[in-house]
């Protein structure tokens, strides 16, 4: 079974910075595309960032150049570094993760979710 667990999230203060982990665990084969998606009351949940096994990553518009999005392979961990927090940041950030439990099934996975707020 494949588990993903976020952790780091809390309460900012606008201008300030969090960083969330996602830690993967479980029978993986390998792990091909990871992602970040957020989900705000009452709104769709949106992909706030991803990245490919190889490193290539794709932003929202609105966390551009505030948001960092790695991943240490070797350790299936997942990392979003958001600095000049905004209020409307503020939402439930899912990780997620394309990955393979043998050489030709590829699977995706979600976590439960992490609670970031950021106040004015």
């Known amino acids: 079974q494949v588990q993903l667990v976020e952790s780091g999230g809390g309460l900012a203060q606008a201008g300030g910075s969090l960083r969330l982990s996602c830690a993967v665990s479980?029978?993986?084969?390998?792990?091909?595309?990871m992602a970040w998606y957020r989900q705000a009351p009452g709104k769709q949940r949106e992909l706030v960032a991803s990245?490919?096994?190889?490193?290539?990553?794709n932003y929202a518009n609105s966390v551009k150049d505030r948001f960092t999005i790695s991943r240490v392979n070797s350790r299936n961990t997942l990392y979003l570094q958001m600095n000049s927090l905004k209020a409307e940041d503020t939402a439930v950030y899912y990780c997620?993760?394309?990955?393979?439990?043998?050489?030709?099934?590829?699977?995706?996975?979600w976590g439960q979710g992490t609670q970031v707020t950021v106040s004015a």
């Open positions: 997620n993760a394309d990955a393979y439990i043998n050489s030709y099934e590829l699977q995706d996975y």
């Open positions: 479980g029978n993986i084969f390998s792990i091909n595309a």
């Open positions: 990245i490919t096994a190889g490193g290539s990553t």
